[in-house]
């Protein structure tokens, strides 16, 4: 079993950047593939990014490609948001996937965060 903890959510203004990171307790992230989600209300938890268990291999949603960017080490992934819009406003979860690929598929992803808000103002 692999817990996940999102950290780095906050309320923030328009055009703010927020930089998210996800860490598994007592164990390191190196033989998972990453992503990040997200879940405004009553809406889907949509794909927002993946990156590859080598990070060599990174995926974006069009809705924040060149806003956002995925990064990760051997201990954590992380989530670097700038330009942000009240349209970002969402809980935000990491999730790990054992699949030998990166996936931006929900169904794909074995373990879960709790999520982390972030509420981006106008």
């Known amino acids: 079993q692999v817990q996940l903890v999102e950290s780095g959510g906050g309320l923030v203004q328009t055009g703010d950047s927020l930089r998210l990171s996800c860490t598994a307790s007592g164990r390191t992230l190196s033989g998972y593939g990453m992503g990040w989600f997200r879940q405004a209300p009553g809406k889907e938890r949509d794909f927002v990014s993946a990156?590859?268990?080598?990070?060599?291999t990174t995926d974006y949603a069009d809705s924040v490609k060149g806003r956002f960017t995925i990064s990760r080490d051997k201990n954590a992934v992380y989530l670097q948001m700038n330009s942000l819009k009240p349209e970002d406003t969402a809980v935000y979860y990491c999730?790990?996937?054992?699949?030998?690929?990166?996936?931006?598929?929900?169904?794909?992803?074995?373990?879960w965060g709790q999520g982390t808000q972030v509420t981006v103002s106008s």
């Open positions: 990156i590859s268990r080598s990070g060599y």
């Open positions: 999730a790990a996937t054992t699949l030998p690929a990166w996936t931006t598929r929900r169904d794909n992803y074995d373990y």
